[in-house]
């Protein structure tokens, strides 16, 4: 890993009274309801709730992807209303690169569309593979790497334009649960060092407790904020810490909440 990385300007972001109502055909679904919380900047922030509560809604409003139905979105105290790569990079469930790009290719592409300098484009791109340890695979194609190695090329794509705001919609989902955790440990060392605000969503409450400055507990459709949960374990975190009284309380508190709703 390199270790010139600076931090980046983190910024603090507040939802207040955000809904998203998708229209259907006669019968529209709120998907979310009503959910205001602050998260503060350089934390990291999880998402966890039943399937179908709206945690991806969510994060796509973050983005400015997808306009709230009412409320509010302020990132840094400015309304978001448009998707700034600037502002807020996403890491989507599936990696979703180019196949026809290599690795450095598919991490510069953002820069490319910001006309970023082809030198510094560059540069860039290879700091944000070594970053994800992938240093040595830079000129490989999507199809010769394996799926943690392509997560992780996305990672470094969403790290590259140094977002204030990471948003990670199940980012290691797909992983066998050793890739996983160490994945979710490379997260934290570069989150250490970059101190973004992060907002991961995970269906994992180990990873939630592991990871997490705080959790918030979604309720079942519709959407609702249950409780934020505090996660007091020091940091750095490390895999003895999962064993301990503490760590299984956290947990279960947020399995009760979710079996709740
Ligand atoms: N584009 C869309 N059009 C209509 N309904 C949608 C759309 N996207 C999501 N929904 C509905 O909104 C609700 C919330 O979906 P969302 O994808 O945000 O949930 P989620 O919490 O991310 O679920 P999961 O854990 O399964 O990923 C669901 O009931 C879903 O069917
Ligand atoms: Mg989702």
């Not at 679904?29 to 900047?41: N, P």
């Not at 794509?157 to 649960?177: C, H, T």
């Not at 996983?180 to 490379?186: A, N, P, Q, S, Y």
Request: glycine share 8%; with cysteine; aromatic share 6%.
């Amino acid at each position: 890993m390199t270790d010139h990385v600076n931090a980046v300007a983190a910024a603090g972001i507040d939802l207040s009274n955000v809904s998203l109502v998708y229209p259907g055909d006669g019968r529209d679904v709120v998907a979310v309801d009503s959910v205001s919380f602050s998260i503060d900047a350089g934390k990291f922030f999880v998402l966890v709730g039943p399937s179908g509560c709206g945690k991806s809604s969510l994060l796509m409003m973050m983005a400015g992807l997808q306009l709230p139905s009412s409320g509010q979105i302020l990132c840094r105290g400015k309304p978001v209303d448009n998707p700034d790569p600037d502002r807020a990079g996403v890491v989507f469930q599936e990696a979703n690169l180019y196949p026809w790009l290599t690795a450095q290719k598919n991490v510069e592409f953002p820069l490319m569309l910001k006309k970023v300098p082809v030198a510094e484009r560059h540069r860039l791109a290879v700091e944000a593979l070594e970053l994800v340890e992938l240093g040595g695979f830079t000129q490989h194609f999507p199809h010769q790497l394996s799926g943690g190695m392509k997560q992780r090329v996305s990672i470094a794509r969403g790290l590259v334009q140094r977002p204030s705001v990471l948003l990670m919609d199940e980012p290691f989902a797909a992983l066998d649960e050793q890739t996983r955790l160490t994945m979710g440990d490379e997260l934290l060392h570069i989150w250490e060092r970059t101190r973004q605000t992060i907002v991961f969503v995970t269906h994992s409450l180990t990873e939630a407790v592991y990871l997490a400055d705080e959790v918030a507990v979604m309720s079942a459709r519709p959407g609702r904020l249950m409780e934020i949960i505090a996660v007091p374990l020091p940091r750095p975190r490390t895999m003895e810490m999962m064993d301990t009284e503490e760590f299984g309380r956290l947990r279960s508190r947020i399995w009760q909440l979710i079996r709740s709703s």
